[in-house]
């Protein structure tokens, strides 16, 4: 979309509002049909759409890269660190100079914010996270993040004014289990802010290290409705776009997470002594549990996972038949009564497996629990209409990983965008999205923000 069309369209009457909504929808698939040039995020007709500088994205990325190697040339900007707060640095300093209005929140958040025409609007609000997992990738968090700064400068490039208010959002410690986003949903608690963060500190000396105020963290907390829309793009961590070659991943919802810790009790004894028959294997009994939760996750339709991911025996000898296994169970849907509805299955199978082995099964719920968080419907809507406005193909989906977005749900209407990723791999440092792929999410990006402004 030109600069004079959008801001003819942001001044004019309803009545030439809706003539242009048509004229430029038919404009926009038009070039799609044409076929254009993605890879350097270029329209055909240079000038007369919006597009972002791919080639800025990438360079942009590999710079933050920089920050928090260690002396073996690993990732480690983990949130607190050295690294993450030179990072932060470095951010801030470009949001600045892209003229925003900067500030960071007593969670540590950094917020940037643009000015719009219509003061009485709310703002819409994009953005991400740059800190990474130990020995992490360069992608998680920060292709949003950088999009997002990317969006500003491309309207600061053309001089064009949103009618509303513009506020990019740099969540702080997001890996460490969404620290930043739970402070401004009004969900970061006193026992939140005790608990050890991957740095060493504890989460209020960490919010400190970056500037935030954790003994004034509910100064940053937001209401409903303070945002008009958050909307936040990001790696898929997973293969699906890519097997499927596609494009764009319009995400319907964040998935719910519960975690159990589940206790097998037997009789520890002598393994050499204690006839097979006659034994209280506690292991012999996880065993059969493992399996069975396989089974159960697997007899329902649906993209449900569950997963046993920690596991430990004792005595943990050679000679002694287990007596204590405690393992770590792990259920993500995008249904909460689904995750309901499992776990009572799996606990069935549980209390017929101790029966059989004589051995005794509890579970515990974890307060790590994450209720799921659905994305708005119109948002993905408009997602999907601009992804196919710039002749991108597109795949509704759930996010299996978490993400600021569904803390954020809390408080306003989200949406999150997905491009590929190759291989399928995140949270390693073979974590890698193409640049034809981040520029067509940064367009999308785009262009569902200034519909949404439109609108």
């Not at 998680?140 to 208010?165: C, F, K, M, W």
């Not at 008009?228 to 319907?252: D, K, S, Y």
Request: include cysteine.
């Amino acid at each position: 979309m030109g600069i004079e069309a959008y801001n003819s369209l942001t001044t004019n009457d309803s009545m030439k509002r809706r003539t242009f909504i048509k004229q430029s929808t038919f404009t926009a698939m038009s070039l799609a049909l044409l076929g254009a040039n993605q890879s350097h995020g270029k329209s055909m007709v240079e000038g007369k759409t919006l597009q972002v500088n791919g080639s800025r994205i990438e360079s942009r990325i590999m710079e933050l890269a920089q920050f928090g190697k260690d002396q073996k040339g690993r990732g480690y900007r983990v949130a607190y660190t050295k690294g993450d707060v030179e990072g932060r640095a470095w951010f801030l300093g470009l949001m600045k100079k892209a003229g925003l209005e900067t500030t960071i929140d007593a969670g540590g958040n950094m917020i940037g914010k643009r000015k719009g025409k219509n003061h009485s609007l709310k703002p819409i609000a994009f953005g991400s996270h740059i800190d990474m997992v130990p020995d992490g990738g360069n992608y998680d968090g920060t292709l949003g993040s950088i999009s997002a700064l990317e969006v500003i400068d491309v309207l600061n490039e053309r001089s064009l004014v949103t009618n509303h208010p513009l506020e990019v959002i740099i969540f702080a410690n997001e890996e460490g289990g969404l620290i930043g986003s739970k402070a401004i949903a009004g969900q970061l608690t006193s026992e939140g802010l005790k608990q050890v963060s991957q740095s060493g500190l504890i989460m209020a000396e960490g919010i400190k290290a970056i500037g935030g105020d954790p003994d004034n963290i509910q100064s940053c907390m937001r209401k409903k409705g303070d945002i008009h829309a958050f909307l936040e793009l990001h790696i898929e961590q997973g293969g699906i776009l890519e097997a499927e070659n596609l494009q764009i991943g319009v995400v319907e919802g964040i998935v719910g997470i519960s975690d159990y810790e589940v206790t097998v009790e037997g009789v520890a004894n002598h393994a050499g002594t204690t006839p097979m028959k006659l034994r209280q294997d506690a292991l012999l009994a996880s065993s059969k549990l493992i399996i069975a939760v396989n089974d159960v996750i697997n007899s329902m339709p649906g993209n449900q996972v569950g997963t046993i991911g920690k596991i430990t025996a004792l005595p943990g000898a050679y000679n002694v038949v287990p007596g204590l296994v405690t393992l770590g169970l792990e259920i993500r849907d995008l249904s909460a009564e689904k995750i309901e509805q499992l776990f009572g299955e799996i606990q069935k199978r549980a209390a017929i497996i101790a029966k059989d082995s004589k051995t005794r099964i509890s579970f515990k719920r974890e307060a790590s629990e994450v209720k799921p968080a659905l994305t708005d419907k119109q948002l993905q809507q408009q997602i999907e209409a601009s992804a196919k406005a710039l002749g991108l193909s597109t795949k509704f989906m759930q996010s299996g990983a978490g993400h600021d977005s569904q803390q954020m749900a809390m408080i306003a209407p989200v949406a999150m965008i997905f491009v590929p990723s190759v291989g399928g791999i995140s949270h390693s440092p073979k974590e890698f999205t193409k640049v034809v792929d981040m520029t067509n999410g940064a367009n999308v990006l785009l262009n569902t923000l200034l519909t949404l402004d439109r609108g």
